[in-house]
C-alpha cells in the first residue's frame, strides 16, 4: 500500500513539475521550438495593372509613379511566387492583399496579405500584417496559419530586389516557428 501511493505522488510530482517547465521557463520553450522552425526563400513578382491594381487613388500627396502613390490609395494584388528571381521558375505560391498608403511622400503603407505556399512537402498559408516601405526591406509579423502552418508564430522579411517600369521583383525570406503546444491544439 504505501508503494503504490508513493508511485501516485512520484507521478504528481512529475506532472506537476512537467506543468511548471511548460508554462513558466522559456528557456526549455525557446529550445524545443527551435527544433521545429523552418525558413522559405521565395520571390514576389508584382505587375502593375497585370497583378495588382490600384483600386481607390489617394486625393493628396505625392504623384502616383513606380514606387510611389498618394496618401490614402489602396492597391490590391494577387502575385506568383517563384523559386528564384527569375518570373519564368517554378511557381511555389501566391501571396494576395491590398495595401494602404499612410504617408505623405507616398512610400509607407499598411499592408495585410495571405501568403499561400506549397513548397518542400509544406501546404497550406500564413498571414501577414505590419508597416511596409516602398523602396527599403521592410518585415511583417506572422498573424495566422492554415494547414500545415496552423499555429505557427514568426515573421516575413521583404526586400525590393528589381524595380524594372510597371514590374516589380521582391525578395520574401519566410521565418516560420511551430511552438511547443501545437502538438496538443486542436485541429479544425
Same mark, same amino acid.
Given at each position: 500500500?504505501?508503494?503504490?501511493?508513493?508511485?501516485?505522488?512520484?507521478?504528481?510530482?512529475?506532472?506537476?513539475?512537467?506543468?511548471?517547465?511548460?508554462?513558466?521557463?522559456?528557456?526549455?520553450?525557446?529550445?524545443?521550438?527551435?527544433?521545429?522552425?523552418?525558413?522559405?526563400?521565395?520571390?514576389?513578382?508584382?505587375?502593375? +495593372?497585370?497583378?495588382?491594381?490600384?483600386?481607390?487613388?489617394?486625393?493628396?500627396?505625392?504623384?502616383?509613379?513606380?514606387?510611389?502613390?498618394?496618401?490614402?490609395?489602396?492597391?490590391?494584388?494577387?502575385?506568383?511566387?517563384?523559386?528564384? +528571381?527569375?518570373?519564368?521558375?517554378?511557381?511555389?505560391?501566391?501571396?494576395?492583399?491590398?495595401?494602404?498608403?499612410?504617408?505623405?511622400?507616398?512610400?509607407? +503603407?499598411?499592408?495585410?496579405?495571405?501568403?499561400?505556399?506549397?513548397?518542400?512537402?509544406?501546404?497550406?498559408?500564413?498571414?501577414?500584417?505590419?508597416?511596409?516601405?516602398?523602396?527599403?526591406?521592410?518585415?511583417?509579423?506572422?498573424?495566422?496559419?492554415?494547414?500545415?502552418?496552423?499555429?505557427?508564430?514568426?515573421?516575413?522579411?521583404?526586400?525590393?530586389?528589381?524595380?524594372?517600369?510597371?514590374?516589380?521583383?521582391?525578395?520574401?525570406?519566410? +521565418?516560420?516557428?511551430?511552438?511547443?503546444?501545437?502538438?496538443?491544439?486542436?485541429?479544425?
Amino acid at each position: 500500500m504505501a508503494t503504490s501511493t508513493i508511485i501516485v505522488l512520484l507521478c504528481l510530482i512529475t506532472c506537476f513539475v512537467h506543468q511548471l517547465q511548460f508554462q513558466f521557463s522559456p528557456v526549455w520553450a525557446a529550445t524545443t521550438m527551435a527544433d521545429k522552425s523552418e525558413i522559405f526563400t521565395v520571390y514576389q513578382h508584382d505587375h502593375l +495593372n497585370e497583378t495588382g491594381y490600384a483600386v481607390v487613388t489617394g486625393p493628396a500627396g505625392a504623384p502616383f509613379s513606380d514606387t510611389t502613390r498618394p496618401f490614402g490609395t489602396i492597391y490590391v494584388f494577387r502575385d506568383d511566387l517563384t523559386l528564384h +528571381n527569375d518570373s519564368s521558375s517554378a511557381v511555389v505560391g501566391v501571396i494576395e492583399g491590398s495595401s494602404t498608403t499612410t504617408s505623405f511622400d507616398g512610400l509607407r +503603407n499598411l499592408l495585410a496579405a495571405k501568403i499561400t505556399l506549397h513548397h518542400r512537402g509544406y501546404r497550406g498559408s500564413v498571414s501577414v500584417l505590419g508597416g511596409t516601405h516602398n523602396t527599403k526591406p521592410s518585415v511583417y509579423p506572422v498573424v495566422g496559419g492554415t494547414g500545415d502552418f496552423l499555429y505557427t508564430v514568426g515573421y516575413v522579411r521583404q526586400s525590393p530586389v528589381d524595380s524594372d517600369g510597371p514590374r516589380v521583383t521582391y525578395k520574401l525570406q519566410i +521565418n516560420l516557428y511551430w511552438p511547443p503546444y501545437v502538438k496538443f491544439a486542436p485541429v479544425p
